[in-house]
């Protein structure tokens, strides 16, 4: 497991939520920021996902760090939104964890796809970004064909994901547009 960016994923996984089952803030974001890296090796394709996963969790971090003890809690940042009635706006961080989850969501599926059905069609758009399955390997930082770090990873940040997906539906703040 040592050595690639999933197996510092996992890691960073044991952390993200408090002994009472909430999902921590600073140690969520940290999370989402060991994907960044794997995206600078997709060369330019990759730049605008990138680019909006890095703002959304730069908006989060700028608002969890204006009051730690207040904003430890993920969800905390979006309450306190929903009560200045600031959630709905286009630079709420709302909408900056709405827009990060569903870009997770798409990694984490496209990484999973990629691992469980190599012949998979979108595996070939991949492929173009990384020339063959060798190199998109050598990419993410995996030696060998040995996925089990990546299935792994995508086996448990997708409910994650998915407990924000219904926090948010929870609070009508699901369905936000860009």
């Not at 050595?3 to 002994?19: I, R, Y």
């Not at 990546?150 to 998915?162: H, W």
Request: aromatic share 8%; hydrophobic share 40%.
């Amino acid at each position: 497991m040592e050595g690639n960016v999933f197996a510092e994923a996992l890691e960073k996984m044991d952390h993200v939520k408090s002994p009472e089952g909430e999902i921590l803030a600073k140690p969520f974001l940290d999370l989402c920021k060991t994907v960044l890296p794997v995206l600078d090796n997709f060369g330019p394709a990759m730049g605008p996902v990138k680019s909006d996963i890095g703002g959304n969790i730069s908006r989060l971090e700028t608002r969890y760090l204006s009051n730690q003890s207040e904003f430890n809690y993920l969800y905390r940042i979006v309450q306190s939104e929903i009560e200045s009635k600031k959630a709905k706006s286009s630079s709420s961080c709302t909408n900056a964890l709405l827009w990060l989850t569903r870009a997770m969501d798409f990694l984490s599926e496209l990484f999973r796809n990629l691992m469980v059905h190599p012949d998979w069609r979108m595996s070939q758009v991949a492929l173009k970004l990384a020339p063959d399955r060798k190199k998109f390997m050598s990419v993410v930082g995996v030696k060998g064909d040995d996925v089990s770090d990546i299935e792994d990873f995508c086996g448990r940040f997708s409910p994650l994901l998915e407990e924000n997906h219904k926090f948010l539906a929870s609070v009508g703040m699901d369905n936000l547009k860009a």
